[in-house]
């Protein structure tokens, strides 16, 4: 598809667990979001990725939070022994390139994770 | 302090009619551009519109148009003959271009329900 993928799109995890989230974004897009909303709540900034420069982590909560992309393209979120308040869905978005500001973020549906 | 202020947590407003909804920023940078997304119940974000902070004319895209005050430093959406599928969650978002040390990471506010009568 041409839009930005995200698996999976529900994930159920017990306290303690690790999960691993997946965005597929737009090809040809060179920078990339992660976000996340928790109930009720606007977008929270976690990590950003722009072509093969360093990333952004200033977003990430705390260090069991982690992401790499690989090939400039897909990238996994990381999170190590989930807490509760770790419960929200997880946003992805790509756009063509961080220097051109105008470019919307194109957002993936998200992937809801619910932590047992 | 918050960079993006959406004060109606809330909105009602008949079908056919036109709704504002609000948002106000806060910027030092000379550069910045607005956006607002729309998110239905599905879940997924759409872009609506943007508006760049050097652009003399507000920015309409179909029956959405942005009423920007500079000087105000706001950037609030209007949607006009408001339809049923325009019931949603709302966002306005900022992109700063000095602030953000070249990252253009958008922030976003808390959003605005909307719901449109029949």
């Known amino acids: 598809g041409a839009g930005v993928s995200q698996s999976p799109s529900n994930k159920v995890t017990e306290k303690g667990k690790d999960v691993e989230l997946r965005c597929d974004p737009i090809?040809?897009?060179?920078?990339l979001y992660w976000y996340r909303q928790s109930l009720g709540q606007g977008l929270e900034f976690l990590i950003y990725f722009q072509g093969n420069s360093a990333p952004d982590k200033s977003g990430l909560p705390s260090d069991r939070f982690s992401a790499e992309r690989t090939g400039g393209s897909v990238s996994t979120l990381t999170i190590q022994r989930t807490q509760q308040e770790d419960s929200a869905v997880y946003l992805c978005a790509s756009s063509p390139r961080a220097g051109q500001g105008d470019s919307p973020l194109h957002f993936g549906n998200g992937t809801r994770l619910t932590v047992t | 302090a918050q960079k993006i202020t959406q004060t109606q947590p809330g909105m009602f407003v008949q079908e056919k009619e036109a709704v504002t909804l609000d948002c106000t920023y806060d910027t030092s940078d000379p550069s910045y551009g607005l956006f607002w997304y729309k998110q239905p119940s599905s879940g997924e974000m759409i872009f609506l519109i943007y508006?760049?902070?050097?652009?003399?004319q507000n920015a309409t895209e179909g029956r959405y148009s942005l009423n920007f005050q500079k000087a105000r430093k706001s950037a609030n959406l209007v949607i006009s003959a408001s339809q049923l599928g325009d019931s949603a969650m709302y966002f306005c978002?900022?992109?700063?271009?000095?602030?953000?040390?070249?990252?253009?990471?958008?922030?976003f506010g808390r959003g605005t329900s909307l719901i449109v009568h029949p």
């Open positions: 978002a900022m992109r700063e271009a000095l602030s953000s040390g070249g990252s253009y990471i958008p922030t």
């Open positions: 508006q760049g902070s050097y652009d003399q």
């Open positions: 090809s040809g897009h060179t920078a």
